[in-house]
């Protein structure tokens, strides 16, 4: 079973907008929570994570919002470019686990020109 | 530095057919980890290991095995594949800086 829901499974964006992913996760102790980008053919890499003790972090155009009380997070894309089509991931680390995570089931961004 | 590289990159099995997935790492990490992608799954865990010497069921291991070799290398086998093991497989290493460096995947076709 899942226990990281991700939403929406797709999203498309005009250039400049912005791209909005959520993540929600369920009644598991999670301590890290990166996500990460894909291009087609490709593995993932990461592109920002945060702890839970922070609520929100931004790197450069990317930024996460974390709701610890609604076991929410979110990948916020400001001026989004073509570039930045790709799939994202949301993960989560399970707490004590030797680095077992586990991944949403993604979202596939595609920005039109 | 190569980082994280996997061989075959593209494989056709027939039902009931043995392989070997081959992973190693140049970073030194001691963790590594194997993945299948499917779509609309995400990446789920097969199996991971925690240091050289030791591995650990994850998520999804039915069907697959693992031997930690070394610290560099970590092998996924299918000792008879199925069509329902058909998917992208991904393995990755991480430190204890908690970031997973992801391979460039194996595409593993199973009729």
């Known amino acids: 079973q899942q226990q990281v829901k991700q939403s929406p499974q797709s999203l498309i964006v005009q250039k400049g907008g912005i791209s909005i992913i959520n993540c929600a996760y369920e009644n598991t102790a999670f301590d890290y929570f990166p996500w990460y980008q894909q291009f087609p053919g490709k593995g993932p890499a990461l592109l920002i994570a945060i702890r839970p003790d922070v609520s929100e972090k931004k790197e450069g155009r990317f930024t996460i919002s974390f709701n610890k009380s609604a076991k929410q997070f979110s990948l916020h894309i400001m001026d989004s470019q073509p570039g930045d089509s790709a799939t994202y991931f949301c993960a989560a680390r399970i707490t004590d686990s030797w680095g077992k995570f586990q991944f949403g089931a993604g979202t596939q961004v595609v920005v039109t020109p | 530095n190569a980082g994280v590289t996997q061989t075959p990159k593209f494989q056709v099995l027939k039902t009931g057919q043995s392989m070997t997935l081959q992973c190693a790492q140049d970073m030194n990490h001691n963790s590594m980890y194997w993945y299948r992608q499917d779509p609309g799954m995400g990446l789920r865990l097969i199996y991971y290991?925690?240091?050289?010497?030791?591995?650990d069921k994850g998520e999804v291991p039915n069907g697959y095995n693992v031997s930690r070799l070394n610290k560099r290398e970590f092998s996924l086998r299918l000792e008879s594949a199925a069509p329902s093991q058909t998917s992208v497989y991904f393995c990755a290493s991480s430190d204890l800086s908690e970031t997973q460096y992801f391979g460039p995947g194996t595409r593993l076709l199973v009729l």
């Open positions: 290991s925690a240091s050289e010497g030791t591995t």
